[in-house]
């Protein structure tokens, strides 16, 4: 066998129809469209149209909601935290905030505060404070029991509901 002699099997591609190429073609004159109507011509584009009834993906019920002022935290764990303090990042004397977090590099960004998770691994840094918006209760408990501190910081809504 050789390169010249390579082909495909027998009706491996089909030609593709051209349309309005005369009425000896099959698909002359309309071009497969039909007689008259808005989808005869040119430039239509109708998609979820349906005569005027109301769309399906109107008819659907909507689910669930977004918040449009939604607050985002960001969430830290404990073993990268402890990460940084061995490290040398992160000061465990003074207080640790949103602030201290992004300049030690364990976080991208504050956003809108930062909320302690208990990670998988342990931590033993002690006496160190937090200064946080939220932390949860595995996390406090962990913080708690090496002598710490989380000092929740009282945000705008918490103030408010009061």
Known sequence: MRLNEIKDNAGANKD?????????????????????????????????????????????????????????YVGVRLDRIQAAIDAGKLDAKGVIDAEALVAAGVINRKRDGVRLINGQGAFTSKKVTFKV????????????????????IETEAAASAE
């Open 16 to 72: 593709r129809i051209r349309v309005g190429r005369g009425i000896g073609s099959g698909k002359g004159k309309t071009g497969g469209r039909g007689v008259k109507g808005q989808k005869s011509r040119s430039g239509v584009a109708i998609k979820g149209y349906e005569g005027g009834q109301m769309p399906l993906h109107m008819r659907m019920p909507k689910r669930g909601f977004n918040v449009p002022n939604a607050k985002h």
């Open 133 to 152: 918006i939220h932390a949860s209760a595995g996390a406090a408990a962990a913080i708690e029991a090496q002598g710490g501190k989380v000092d929740l």
